[in-house]
């Protein structure tokens, strides 16, 4: 059974940072893509970041690029978020993903974790 627990959110104030953890169970971790998405109240789900298997190759979405930085420890079968410069629109549920397609789209990930909010004051 697939497993991916995340941890690290919480309340922060605007200009702040968070790092958010992943944990993955029950799939071979270092076999596939990883990421994060988010879903803010009244907004669809939409992508944050992606990370490739080998950690080589990375997407970000453009409103986090050089704030957010998106990495993993095969070893620890944990994928990370380190979230710099937070605003109050980065609010929202923040879920880490595992899937076999390097893209950033809801359909190319078949395992989803639970969320943990990420609330952003300003």
């Known amino acids: 059974q697939v497993q991916l627990v995340e941890s690290g959110g919480g309340l922060v104030q605007a200009g702040g940072s968070l790092r958010l953890s992943c944990a993955a169970s029950?799939?071979?971790?270092?076999?596939?893509?990883t990421g994060w998405f988010r879903q803010a109240p009244g907004k669809e789900r939409e992508p944050v970041a992606a990370?490739?298997?080998?950690?080589?190759?990375?997407l970000y979405v453009d409103s986090v690029k050089g704030r957010f930085t998106i990495f993993r420890d095969n070893a620890k079968k944990t994928v990370y978020l380190q979230m710099n410069g937070l605003k109050p629109e980065d609010t929202a549920v923040y879920y880490c993903?595992?899937?076999?397609?390097?893209?950033?789209?809801?359909?190319?990930?078949?395992?989803w974790g639970q969320g943990t909010q990420v609330t952003v004051s300003s």
């Open positions: 990370i490739s298997w080998s950690g080589g190759s990375i």
């Open positions: 993903v595992v899937g076999s397609r390097f893209v950033l789209t809801t359909t190319a990930f078949n395992y």
């Open positions: 029950g799939v071979p971790f270092s076999n596939y893509v």
